[in-house]
């Protein structure tokens, strides 16, 4: 038998003037029409609900008659309470409300449940080494000390931040003290950190056209002026930002691998970003958010590595190169800026959490980071190419893909008459989670094309199997 769920709001207010046994009454009443409790459900026994709510037994006993006088409840004897059968199945969702989820389901991925195919985002889940992860942090759940059950500090882990300076250093040419390292919980929180410490209401601010598009929904919201300047097959147009917003205080970059079409910003650009900004006086954020993987060629070393005064905000995370629920990401704050950092991440948070930090800083100390990151290179090597072949292969002359030279998605191009909205919108009804390319722009003129995670794609045959879904939905 079902039993009512274990998150339901039947506690009561003893401030109220309405009896508590009719607030409880209203508690299941809510909960059914809601849908929280469905017919066949069963419900606490009385004596266990009474002393939930520290209440007298016969306080919830007169609730339990009148809903079951009212046809809301059924006593079965033995067997218990349980919501009555006949009761009708509570009201759908409101048209507006399910528009709403339906949009909101175009662009977030990210619910909680199990991955989509051709998600962007992810790394190759099936091949993180889970078992190494589980006995490091293991280790140091049994060993954890009762000082580390208090607040961990709000700049991170000291031997975290530690580790993150020394891999920086060796292999994207950061040089950086572990003082200047602060641990957050992603992108969106590594932002709020920055602007709370370096704006001001007004501030304008380069936005790469097209763009992260999650950066672009948080900085909407925020007291910033958003200046959108657009992006060629050499990256960030330099001095069209100039003539946009000479001024800008800030400026936001991919510049290793461009958000979304993959493009590198070109060594020209990117002195000539570094020169606009020492002389306005303005900071350059460097998302280097999944640098680590590159096919062709070197690694590039990172914008932050060419900064000679200092300008350059670098931000980085764990979530491509480990896995996304760790929820771990870093910046390297200005040595000019690290008191100011300092003080707002005491009063933004009360720091990440030790466990996983702790975890991470061992997973690099023993070497195990740098071997993951060779290994996940090779793979997504041979996943990218697979993928972009037999979608190639398969969808045939609707798309077009020419592999950029790192990254974890492909963008597979479409003619200017189509319409990739629509198309994504079909794809994702078949379950797919690929997102239109044009929803990414702001003002420029959108390019037509899908957005593809290959990270998950397992083999040839799955990648034939999805390849054929994307065919029947664009059919």
């Known amino acids: ?67 079951t006088d009212e046809g809301y409840l059924q006593v079965r004897g033995a067997a218990g309470t349980v919501v009555s059968p006949s ?12 528009v709403a989820g339906q949009a909101h389901a175009l662009i977030v991925d990210h619910d909680g449940k199990a991955p989509k195919p051709l998600q962007m985002g992810l790394p190759a889940l099936d091949a993180f080494p889970r078992k190494v992860w589980n006995r490091l942090v293991g280790h140091r759940l049994r060993g954890s000390e009762p000082a580390r059950l208090a607040y961990p500090d709000p700049a991170g882990y000291d031997r975290l931040r530690e580790r993150i300076a020394t891999y920086l250093g060796v292999s994207r040419g950061v040089t950086c003290l572990p003082e200047q390292v602060f641990i957050t919980t992603g992108l969106r929180n590594t ?42 097959e050499h990256g ?71 900064d000679r005064n200092d300008r350059v ?22 040595a000019s800026a690290v008191a100011r950092f300092q003080a707002v991440s005491c009063n933004l948070n009360a720091g990440c959490p030790y466990l996983f930090q702790a975890g991470v800083a061992d997973f690099i100390a023993e070497g195990h980071f740098s071997r993951h990151l060779k290994k996940m290179r090779q793979l997504y090597a041979g996943r990218r190419a697979m993928t972009a072949r037999v979608f190639q292969e398969i969808v045939g002359d609707r798309i077009r893909i020419d592999l950029q030279p790192g990254g974890l998605h492909i963008l597979a191009q479409l003619a200017d008459h189509e319409d990739d ?11 797919l989670a690929v997102h239109p390319v044009s929803r990414w722009y702001i003002d420029a003129k959108p390019r037509q094309g899908l957005l593809l995670g290959f990270a998950n794609v397992v083999d040839e045959k799955d990648a034939r199997r999805l390849a054929l879904k994307l065919k029947q939905a664009m059919a």
């Open 236 to 306: 960030l147009v330099v001095e069209a930002g100039k003539d946009l917003s000479p001024y800008a205080k800030f400026a936001m970059v991919t510049p290793s691998h461009q958000s979304p079409l993959g493009v590198t910003l070109s060594l020209e650009r990117r002195m000539a970003l570094l020169e606009w900004a020492s002389k306005a006086g303005s900071w350059v954020i460097e998302d280097d958010y999944d640098s680590e993987f590159r096919y062709q060629g070197r690694p590039l070393p990172a914008l932050k590595s060419l």
């Open 191 to 232: 932002l709020d950190l920055t602007f709370s410490s370096l704006s001001t209401a007004g501030d304008a601010l380069w936005l790469e056209d097209p763009g992260y598009i999650f950066a672009r929904l948080f900085l909407q919201n925020t007291a910033l002026k958003v200046v959108p300047v657009p992006v060629d």
């Open 1 to 67: 038998m079902k039993t009512a769920k274990p998150d339901l709001d039947l506690h009561v207010d003893r401030t109220l003037e309405l009896p508590m046994y009719m607030q409880i009454c209203q508690r299941f009443k809510t909960a059914i029409e809601q849908g929280n409790l469905h017919a066949g459900d069963r419900v606490p026994a009385v004596r266990a609900l009474a002393t939930e709510l520290n209440l007298a037994r016969g306080t919830v006993e007169m609730a339990y008659r009148i809903l």
């Open 313 to 334: 905000i670098y931000s980085g995370t764990f979530s491509k190169a480990m896995f996304p629920g760790l929820r771990l990401a870093y910046v390297v704050a200005p």
């Open 421 to 431: 909205v629509a198309l994504a919108d079909r794809a994702r009804t078949a379950g």
């Open 87 to 98: 009761l009708p199945p509570p009201a759908v969702l409101k048209p507006q409300a399910a």
